[in-house]
Structures are given as C-alpha cells and as structure tokens.
C-alpha cells in the first residue's frame, strides 16, 4: 500500500519552502528541528498554523518542512503557503475555504533592486545646492 503524502511549495520574499504533509498525530518539523525549537517567535508559529486551524486539520497530519532562505517572517510565510497548497492536493474541497481566507495567494512583494546614482533603492545623496 502507497502511503499518501501531499507536496506544497511556498514562496515569501527570498524564502522558498517544500512542505511534505503526511498522515499522522500533528507533528510539525522544518529542517529537522522541531517547530518550536526553528521558530521560538509566538507570532511566526501562529502564521505557520492558520491554515491548519482554519481547515480544522490540525491533529490530522504530519508536516515535514525544508525551508531556505529570507529571514524568520519571511519563511513562516513560506511554510504557510507551502501548507495551504498541500491542504489542497489532500483534499480539494479545501480550496475555497483557504481561497477566501487569503492563504493561496502568494505574496508579490519583493525588495526592490538598487539604483545607479543612489545609495539603496530610493537613498539618495545629500543635496545642496551650492
């Protein structure tokens, strides 16, 4: 018998996540530490969760995380798209539940690049005019 895992990648920023959920107690480990331990930030546990809780499968599956890149807020953006897109492959009925509540759509906004002439993306130098 093939046992049933479900693949979600998610993006946030610099951060790319590949989220593996599979039937189990709940268990939530990224880059094999566990979750508490990667994100010790109360807030970035409950970004990681609000698909699960929404869905009401929290206990129901196991989520195995490698995550890369970005800094903290940015991966557990990640890892929440990366679930939310898992949810939906284990169970299509899912969709609009996670659709309305904003979890499938990624989010667009990335750093923009620096200018020639500038010291950062918009800083620029002292003006004087004489």
């Known amino acids: 018998m093939e046992r049933a895992e479900y693949l979600g990648t998610g993006r946030r920023k610099k951060a790319v996540a590949r989220v593996r959920l599979v ?9 094999k530490r566990s979750f508490e331990d990667y994100f010790p930030n109360r807030l970035s546990r409950l970004v990681v969760q609000q698909p699960l809780e929404l869905t009401d499968t929290n206990g129901r599956f196991n989520v195995i995380c490698r995550v890369h890149g970005g800094g903290i807020s940015g991966q557990s953006g990640a890892v929440q798209l990366g679930i939310a897109r898992a949810l939906v492959k284990a169970s299509a009925d899912l969709r609009l539940v996670l ?4 979890f499938l759509t990624r989010d667009p906004r990335m750093k923009e690049r620096k200018k020639y002439g500038l010291h950062g993306a918009r800083k620029a130098p002292q003006y004087s005019k004489r």
Request: hydrophobic share 15%; charged share 25%; aromatic share 0%.
């Open 99 to 102: 659709r309305r509540n904003g």
């Open 23 to 31: 039937p189990g107690d709940g268990t939530i480990t990224i880059n």
